[in-house]
């Protein structure tokens, strides 16, 4: 039950006005049981000094795309109400043409455009007005008794407007509905939400909880927890098993979501997902509809429900049941599509956002992390509203016309442009080695900045955590975790790829990256540092290609491989032969793999660097002292050694590495495998031939 979150002092503190309305969103949008992601708008009607010097009325109003939660003062928009009011006297208005009278109306062209639901604010008489999609408030507007319902709840105070999209003619129904009643204290928005108001920013969001915990309650009082979605049908799978059987399926899942544009994915299995996917009714509600308006463009109209018997233990038949699954959701989309289309609409992806499967779960899908969430915490809203709703009455939802009207709409529509373009590795889905290291945490912020979602393997879980909280910091929630992983153990790469499936999905790029380095004249190398090299360098990097070769290939959408040599990968080093054999194994692993992994549309090609210094674990060990003795000098005269025998004189530092290994990820590269770049400067004994 929605708690109420005002404070008093904090509320005193904020500047009164916008900064007001800011704060009041703000608590609103906090609870997301209260409003959607990106879902609900709120207002405030005052008095601004217009650019003549003149006191004028405006209305702030959400701006569109902008989120309660989240929405600061720059994301309202004013309006001035001379202009908005009259509108009230007509008898119809088109979208297009309320949006193009809106902009007009607008006090400053710098504001974001308003929100879709604007008008429905301006046409009733308070000052403060909120309108959300609270849980409990949608179960009784989703119910197919819910008039009924609400009159049981509230009474005459009440005002029931019949679904009809945002638009002009519902902002006019709901202000004639007010009017018409004066002991209207509430609209409520047939399957779609909630309309309050008050003449204070305090009273306007205290109604709010109030009105919520007062359908909240009646619903609690009707709620028989044994019945609740016709009582369970299937048991779960232990925790452990089932996060085994999702590594298994998420990349084959993955594969089949991806052949359009690549999806991120992400699994859930809290209780309350459980409990609704184990259950009787789950196969016929998931069929239903969605349970707001707001959900459709994230969940779609109806998830993917995969009916298998967790008990049954039988995975390969769950993996065909998902692929049949996803070849006839798509085919029903496509068909909804063709029937329901307008000119000029241009088909989404015609895959899942939301898969749901007894005693494992729900599994989400979404351009990124962040947005395969959303899809996922705006189907968790939906199995609350269902919870409510079929212990009211019967749950209902759109038609399919409608359902594909809000899908489609050119207003909703234009909130996805106001996110930013998809860059080059947006949607992909990285595994780097080593990824605590000078050239592994580097590469890993590079391609972070141009998209990427990245996993850092090393046996450094600490510095791999750290790269990631502080690149987390940066670019959001997710975008790169940390897994410990000695590449020389089997079970630890199976392990962190297992790691990977589950927080992503998959993988698409490997940067096969982690390295050591020892030093020694050939008669005094000992069998143990032979077998270091050998351990790490090539069996490891081995251990690490395979596994991922492995899930790009249940993937079956390609795969990138890049993997990190060293001059010394084909030129015989002075003093490291057990280094230079093993980096030359490796660099021949790579051109084995690439003749392999065509046909699969799997590239894989190396990077040759040379004294990478800055930054790194290998030079900062022995190698350093060994490199030097080698060449008969101290080690801080190395960096202008290894300079001056390149035919470039430079030095060579981990971001010219990663540039080239975000080059052989990326599309520029597309056609290129089996190759060898090398990045040292010039070093003539080097040259590849």
């Not at 703000?26 to 879902?39: C, F, H, P």
């Not at 607008?106 to 455009?113: A, T, V, W």
């Not at 939906?382 to 009455?393: E, F, N, W």
């Not at 010219?656 to 080059?663: E, F, L, N, Q, V």
């Amino acid at each position: 039950m929605p708690k109420s979150l005002w404070n008093h002092e904090k509320a005193q503190s904020v500047k009164r006005g916008l900064d007001e309305l800011a704060y009041r969103s703000n608590l609103l949008g906090t609870d997301r049981s209260v409003a959607n992601w990106g879902g609900g708008n709120t207002s405030m009607k005052t008095t601004v000094t217009d650019f003549r010097g003149r006191e004028v009325e405006v209305m702030w109003v959400k701006g569109s795309g902008s989120d309660l939660g989240t929405m600061q003062a720059k994301h309202f928009t004013a309006l001035r109400m001379d202009d908005v009011r009259p509108l009230f006297a007509r008898d119809a208005m088109t979208d297009e043409e309320m949006v193009a009278y809106l902009v007009n109306s607008m006090i400053d062209s710098k504001h974001p455009r308003a929100s879709i639901e604007t008008l429905l604010h301006a046409f009733l008489p308070y000052k403060h007005v909120d309108h959300t999609h609270p849980d409990a408030i949608i179960a009784v507007c989703c119910a197919d008794n819910g008039r009924e319902i609400a009159e049981k709840i509230y009474g005459d105070r009440f005002v029931w407007v019949p679904y009809i999209r945002p638009g002009f003619t519902l902002s006019k129904m709901i202000a004639e509905g007010v009017l018409n009643n004066p002991r209207a204290e509430l609209v409520l928005m047939e399957k779609h939400g909630l309309v309050t108001w008050g003449e204070t920013s305090e009273e306007s969001y205290a109604k709010t909880i109030a009105i919520i915990n007062e359908a909240e309650a009646f619903i609690e009082l009707q709620v028989r927890e044994n019945k609740l979605f016709g009582g369970p049908k299937y048991a779960s799978l232990g925790e452990a098993a089932r996060k085994d059987i999702a590594a298994q399926i998420m990349p084959i899942l993955r594969g089949a979501v991806s052949k359009q544009k690549k999806m991120i994915l992400t699994h859930d299995d809290s209780e309350a997902v459980l409990h609704f996917v184990n259950s009787t009714d789950a196969v016929q509600l998931t069929s239903v509809g969605a349970a707001c308006p707001d959900h459709l463009v994230h969940t779609k109209m109806v998830p993917l429900f995969i009916d298998w018997n967790p008990q049954s233990s039988d995975v390969e038949a769950l993996i065909e049941k998902i692929q049949a699954g996803i070849s006839r959701f798509k085919q029903e989309y496509k068909a909804y599509f063709e029937k329901n289309k307008n000119d000029g609409d241009v088909m989404f992806e015609a895959a899942p956002r939301v898969i749901l499967i007894p005693g494992i779960g729900m599994i989400n899908t979404g351009k990124s992390w962040t947005m395969s969430q959303l899809s996922g915490a705006l189907y968790h809203r939906a199995i609350a509203v269902m919870r409510g709703a079929t212990s009211l009455g019967k749950f209902v939802s759109l038609s399919a016309n409608e359902s594909y009207n809000v899908e489609y709409w050119p207003l909703e529509l234009y909130k996805l442009t106001l996110a930013p373009a998809e860059a080059e590795f947006s949607r992909k889905i990285v595994f780097v080695t080593g990824g605590a290291g000078g050239i592994g945490s580097v590469t890993t912020r590079t391609l972070v900045a141009q998209g990427a979602h990245v996993v850092i393997a090393d046996l450094n879980l600490e510095g791999a955590e750290k790269v990631a909280q502080e690149i987390n910091a940066q670019y959001g929630d997710h975008r790169v975790i940390a897994v410990k992983m000695d590449v020389t153990s089997e079970e630890a790469v199976i392990e962190a790829f297992k790691a990977t499936a589950i927080a992503f999905g998959g993988v698409d790029i490997i940067v096969n990256n982690a390295g050591l380095a020892t030093s020694s004249p050939f008669d005094q190398t000992s069998l143990k540092e032979w077998n270091l090299n050998m351990n790490v360098l090539s069996t490891g990097y081995f251990l690490v290609a395979r596994e991922a070769f492995k899930l790009m290939k249940k993937q079956a959408i390609g795969g990138n491989m890049v993997f990190v040599g060293s001059k010394n990968s084909v030129y015989a080093g002075k003093n490291a032969s057990a280094y230079s054999t093993a980096k030359a194994a490796e660099i021949h692993l790579a051109r084995c793999i690439a003749a392999e992994g065509g046909e699969f549309g799997i590239r894989v090609n190396s990077v040759l660097p040379d004294a990478i210094l800055q930054g790194s674990a290998i030079w900062n060990s022995g190698w350093r002292n060994e490199r030097a003795a080698a060449y008969g000098i101290e080690p801080d005269q190395l960096e202008e050694y290894y300079r001056k025998r390149t035919t470039l004189l430079v030095n060579i530092y981990p971001q010219d590495i990663a540039d080239a290994i975000t080059y052989f990820a990326s599309s520029k590269s597309e056609k290129t495998t089996g190759c060898m770049l090398t990045v040292d400067g010039g070093v003539p004994a080097a040259f590849t031939r």
